[in-house]
């Protein structure tokens, strides 16, 4: 773990994307690929990012702000720092047990860890890896009971939040992942496998973990009854036939009980279907550009979202996070707290939990610099007299 940690300190990672290239240094490309990339063209991928770019910040100067207050509350649970991490599907692909090191990584944090459905470690030691809170990310791939029978283990484990993933009704067309042999390789056949497998032989470290890890995983949280676990290579075609509707919203939060999260929407009409359905809260999201290309980035939407709903839920965003500075122009346009996943995915691939630790620390001191070089003393002072926004985002 010490020698985890030192690959990830200054000099040698100041930021996110130094992360991004350890990761990429340590992780095969199929892997490292299926963090990075986007649908399509990726053209949403960069535009998330764009959009903060295109947001100027706004400074008071020779203001003294010797200390600055990153808390803030997220359903009704008091936050150090207003970032979460982000349901990310498939880190155990990138680290051995890759989902209970990011749950310790938050938890020691402080933060809230949302685990995917799409994961390769059991819910229950997910939230025993954790000391903070932590929320449960649901797709219905496996069908309804296979669904309940998911939300009946959250609950027991003490998962705080449902987040209810909407964009989804087809796998995004990840190009990247295609040409990179994904589907030969998790596909377990030696003959398929064989043109792609160079990617993983040259990756000896990464390959050592791996195998010592159990090898290929398969999804512990989505258990089909009288078969198991789902298999890797089954999950594709499952997401097809699992499309999530606002009909179903009303009977999953009759068996949650507790607050249900939608994340994925895109305009402001969503925003107050979210808010019919009984959600106690949104995230502003195009699964980083993974799903649907050429809609638009996220800080983009942001302001209508937040104007069509008002106080009556809570509005949060994600896609495109990598500064501090990010997090703070958020907040300015609407935001409650962000969610962010790649950011602490590139710390996982490159050094585990540590790495995880390394992004949010890099996150928190961002965040505290940005808002003392703003004249700010807390996040909750944030809003739109701190930014200025392009001119042809204003009246949409
Ligand atoms: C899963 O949700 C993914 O984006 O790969």
């Given at each position: 773990m010490r020698l985890m940690s030192r690959s990830v300190e200054p000099p040698r990672v100041l930021n996110i994307e130094d992360l991004r290239r350890a990761a990429k240094r340590r992780l095969p490309r199929v892997v490292f690929d299926y963090i990075d990339g986007g649908a399509e063209d990726e053209w949403t991928l960069r535009a998330n990012c764009r959009a903060f770019e295109a947001v100027t910040?706004?400074?008071?100067?020779?203001?003294?702000?010797p200390m600055c207050d990153l808390r803030t509350t997220v359903l009704g649970t008091s936050l150090p720092m207003p970032l979460i991490l982000a349901p990310v599907g498939s880190c155990r692909l990138m680290y051995p047990r890759g989902e209970e090191a990011a749950a310790r990584a938050a938890g020691a944090a402080g933060i809230?860890?949302?685990?995917?459905?799409l994961s390769g470690c059991r819910l229950e030691d997910v939230g025993a890896a954790s000391k903070g809170p932590v929320w449960y990310q649901l797709y219905l791939v496996g069908g309804r009971d296979c669904a309940l029978a998911a939300i009946e283990r959250a609950r027991n484990a003490e998962f705080s939040a449902l987040v209810v993933t909407?964009?989804?009704?087809?796998?995004?067309?990840?190009?990247r992942d295609i040409r990179n042999g994904a589907k030969e390789?998790?596909?377990?056949?030696?003959?398929?496998?064989?043109?792609f497998v160079n990617q993983l032989v040259t990756k000896p470290r990464w390959l050592a973990a791996f195998l010592a890890d159990g090898?290929?995983?398969?999804?512990?949280n989505v258990v089909i009854p009288g078969k198991g676990p789902m298999l890797y290579a089954?999950?594709?075609?499952?997401l097809e036939q699992s499309v999530v509707t606002w009909d179903d919203l009303t009977w999953i939060r009759e068996a949650w009980k507790g607050p249900v999260v939608i994340k994925g929407i895109h305009t402001g009409e969503d925003a107050r279907r979210a808010v019919d359905v009984g959600a106690s809260a949104l995230v502003v999201s195009n699964h980083g550009?993974?799903?649907l290309d050429r809609v638009a980035p996220t800080l983009q939407i942001l302001p209508e979202v937040a104007a069509s709903v008002g106080d009556r839920i809570e509005v949060m965003l994600d896609g495109g996070i990598r500064r501090g500075s990010?997090?703070?122009k958020a907040l300015c346009l609407g935001a409650r707290a962000v969610m962010a996943g790649r950011a602490y995915a590139y710390g996982l691939g490159a050094a585990g939990s540590a790495g995880v630790a390394r992004a949010i620390e890099i996150l928190r001191t961002d965040l505290v610099r940005t808002l003392k070089l703003l004249g700010c003393a807390s996040v909750a002072e944030l809003d739109h007299s701190f930014v200025d926004i392009p001119q042809d985002w204003i009246g949409k």
């Open positions: 910040l706004r400074p008071r100067c020779a203001v003294a702000t809230i860890y949302t685990l995917s459905t909407i964009d989804t009704a087809v796998a995004g067309m990840r190009e390789l998790l596909g377990g056949k030696l003959g398929a496998m064989l043109p090898g290929l995983m398969k999804f512990e089954d999950v594709t075609a499952a550009g993974r799903q990010d997090i703070v």
